[in-house]
């Protein structure tokens, strides 16, 4: 069942980050190496805004790893309870984003704009970190560059090793699948783009909550 349940989250990061990169600032919820990208052009333009903006991406992902791996730090490998709690803390935090989105009227100013940037980012950071908790091999659902490359890489050494790329390929599916919906929601219901990433990550603690 795990599988599934990080595919399903793997949706709520590509639905969260398309709405963070093209509608708060260029920056994303979880993809760190894009964010300090962005900064470095901020900083080569002196765009305080900018910066400002990257400060809060990065700075809420790591507060998010920082709060869930200490949470997390005795529940060893698998799905635990703690697991459980920490993946309704993540859902929480979207339902906040999802809501002052659409106070917002999905146009938030600058102020509400990091505000819900930051939220978002702690969230990612929150997933990644249950994700890395899990103690599956090669498992993301936030960051996908080493998954594409092992990937390709067990592909390439031999037909037989296939099989043990298909959960990185169903998560890599899931990222493309919830960017694609935040994309379709953001042109023809903008409000309620966010939305899908809480409702996602609830669902996956309350499938957790009720079989294991």
């Not at 708060?24 to 990208?37: P, Y």
């Not at 998010?64 to 697991?83: C, I």
């Amino acid at each position: 069942m795990v599988p599934r349940l990080l595919v399903l989250l793997a949706v709520a990061s590509g639905v969260l980050d398309v709405v963070c990169v093209t509608r708060l600032g260029g920056f994303f919820a979880s993809v760190i190496t894009g964010n300090l990208v962005q900064v470095g052009r901020a900083l080569a333009a002196g765009d305080l805004r900018a910066l400002a903006g990257g400060a809060v991406a990065v700075g809420g992902y790591a507060a998010g790893v920082g709060a869930a791996s200490h949470a997390l730090r005795r529940a060893g490998p698998g799905w635990r309870p703690r697991s459980t709690a920490v993946a309704t803390a993540e859902a929480a935090l979207l339902v906040v984003v999802a809501a002052g989105w659409l106070a917002a009227g999905a146009r938030p100013g600058y102020g509400t704009g990091l505000v819900l940037l930051g939220l978002a980012a702690t969230a990612s950071g929150t997933q990644t970190a249950l994700t890395l908790s899990l103690g599956v091999p090669g498992a993301s659902t936030t960051y996908f560059t080493g998954s594409l490359t092992d990937a390709v890489r067990r592909v390439l050494s031999g037909p037989r090793r296939f099989a043990a790329t298909r959960g990185g390929l169903g998560r890599l599916a899931g990222l493309l699948a919830g960017a694609a919906l935040g994309g379709v929601l953001l042109e023809v219901a903008p409000a309620w783009a966010p939305a899908p990433a809480a409702a996602l990550v609830g669902l996956v603690s309350l499938v957790a909550l009720r079989r294991m």
